[in-house]
């Protein structure tokens, strides 16, 4: 899942306006063209590296300790990304490309269980985002101070759930909530669905700020990437609730 700021660290309109009023050159500022061609370029290596992991973990299997592990480098990259805003364009390629390969590995797992739940879970993923930016775009729902807060507040209270069992798990305890299929895990990972979708809206939110603000033209990177981090942790928690519903 995705750590963040104004609904992940990766997106704060603080960032952009220090940025705006500190280092913006004439003619190279942030633009919402240039934050989607960006958007689209990490995405694409997201699903690049995923379709690549998928077809070789298919032959060899897929390593557990490397699944394990690049979910911590992830976490990792994430925050150098939030202090180096600079380096996005260097450090946001290399993110998605590790999740990428995370995200095929998993998705070949639980599809060799449960054939066509990664199908799935990336058309409800795609329904979601385009759901949420239709809303966002005709102010159905708004990104309130008091809007941001409740987010804000709910994503890291799952983002620390989620450290807290990760750090169980290496001791043999599991939560329940997290990988449960009963009423309760399944209630658990509807509600983290639905914030990980709130978040979307906090980042069009903080993206149309950056633009407002004139941000430096680096700062597309740094926003194309807050909203990656936001769709693959999408997608996983959609993964995470098809793969409950497909064990009760």
């Known amino acids: 899942m995705s750590l963040f700021s104004s609904n992940n660290p990766a997106l704060k309109e603080k960032a952009f306006a220090e940025l705006a009023s500190s280092e913006v050159l004439a003619g190279q500022t942030m633009t919402l063209n240039g934050t989607i061609a960006k958007s689209a370029l990490l995405f694409g290596i997201v699903l690049v590296f995923a379709v690549f992991a998928w077809d070789l973990f298919l032959y060899i299997g897929v390593p557990i300790p490397y699944l394990i592990a690049i979910p911590l480098i992830g976490v990792a990259l994430a925050f150098l990304i939030t202090?180096?805003?600079?380096?996005?364009?260097?450090?946001?390629?290399?993110?998605c490309a590790l999740q990428g390969l995370f995200l095929g590995g998993v998705s070949g797992i639980l599809e060799m269980s449960y054939p066509g739940i990664a199908n799935q879970a990336m058309l409800l993923t795609l329904?979601?985002?385009?759901?949420?930016?239709?809303?966002?775009?005709t102010r159905v729902i708004r990104a309130t101070a008091r809007f941001k807060s409740i987010i804000i507040t709910a994503t890291f209270g799952i983002f620390c759930y989620y450290m807290l069992s990760w750090v169980l798990m290496l001791f043999g305890v599991e939560m329940a909530l997290i990988h449960s299929s009963g009423t309760a895990g399944i209630i658990f990972s509807v509600l983290v669905v639905i914030i990980a979708a709130m978040n979307l809206i906090l980042d069009f939110d903080t993206i149309e700020t950056g633009v407002e603000y004139g941000a430096p033209k680096y700062m597309e990177w740094y926003a194309a990437f807050g909203l990656?981090?936001?769709?693959?942790?999408?997608?996983?928690?959609?993964?995470?609730l098809l793969s409950k519903l497909n064990r009760r």
């Open 83 to 95: 202090f180096k805003k600079h380096l996005a364009a260097y450090i946001a390629p290399v993110y």
């Open 127 to 137: 329904t979601v985002f385009g759901g949420m930016l239709l809303l966002y775009s």
């Open 228 to 240: 990656i981090v936001t769709l693959i942790w999408l997608y996983i928690e959609i993964l995470r």
